[in-house]
T-cell receptor
Framework: DTGVSQNPRHKITKRGQNVTFRCDPI?????LYWYRQTLGQGPEFLTY????????KSRLLSDRFSAERPKGSFSTLEIQRTEQGDSAMYLC???????????????FGSGTQLSVL | GENVEQHPSTLSVQEGDSAVIKCTYS??????FPWYKQELGKGPQLIID?????GEKKDQRIAVTLNKTAKHFSLHITETQPEDSAVYFC???????????FGTGTRLLVSP
């Protein structure tokens, strides 16, 4: 169990550019979540996957945001035409499904810090 | 939807003192309440959690209490140490949904 891995750790981009982040959950964790955290605030829910299915999306997730989890393992979060307001820490978390019992315990990665200039 | 309020926003204590952080939630259907510790440059780390069918839970120097009637829960850290310094977040979840709602955080500073 190596924990939730996120890449890159930091991303600096110019306004209008597209960026993509990757998350590798803990092995065999079926649920994967994306959260966004701005300075001085708690994480805010963006979306989550159960296996490869995206089951819920927050209203925070504008049309410029898209998340995928094509094979039910790693996930990517893409932001198109970035804006300065997108600057934040993007956190990924996963939870287990051992013995077909869902666990509420979320394990977070270290996040990707996005700065849009 | 759920709303979680957390107080205080900052807390300074001397090493060895106790620290208490309080949270209130709005949705009476919430039934799972975790606490996370976040150090600079890292993601939140789960330190303790409690379900709505339990009033108190303890793990070494950390304890959490839950009052369902008043819809508030608290984190208690005893015998604080400098390495306890971090930002602590409470959160609430209705397990019928998968959206963990966080408080705004408490920055704890433990001075030697």
């Amino acid at each position: 169990d190596t924990g939730v891995s996120q890449n890159p750790r930091h991303k600096i981009t110019k306004r209008g550019q597209n960026v993509t982040f990757r998350c590798d959950p803990i092995s065999e964790h079926n649920r994967l979540y994306w959260y966004r955290q701005t300075l001085g605030q708690g994480p805010e829910f963006l979306t989550y996957f159960q296996n490869e299915a995206q089951l819920e999306k927050s209203r925070l997730l504008s049309d410029r945001f898209s998340a995928e989890r094509p094979k039910g393992s790693f996930s990517t979060l893409e932001i198109q035409r970035t804006e300065q307001g997108d600057s934040a820490m993007y956190l990924c978390a996963s939870s287990s499904n051992r013995d077909k019992v869902w666990s509420e315990k979320l394990f977070f990665g270290s996040g990707t810090q996005l700065s849009v200039l | 939807g759920e709303n979680v309020e957390q107080h205080p926003s900052t807390l300074s204590v001397q090493e060895g003192d106790s620290a208490v952080i309080k949270c209130t939630y709005s949705d009476s259907a919430s039934n799972y309440f975790p606490w996370y510790k976040q150090e600079l440059g890292k993601g939140p780390q789960l330190i303790i959690d409690i379900r709505s069918n339990v009033g108190e839970k303890k793990d070494q120097r950390i304890a959490v209490t839950l009052n369902k009637t008043a819809k508030h829960f608290s984190l208690h850290i005893t015998e604080t140490q400098p390495e306890d310094s971090a930002v602590y977040f409470c959160a609430a979840l209705n397990t019928g949904f998968q959206k963990l709602v966080f408080g705004t955080g408490t920055r704890l500073l433990v001075s030697p």
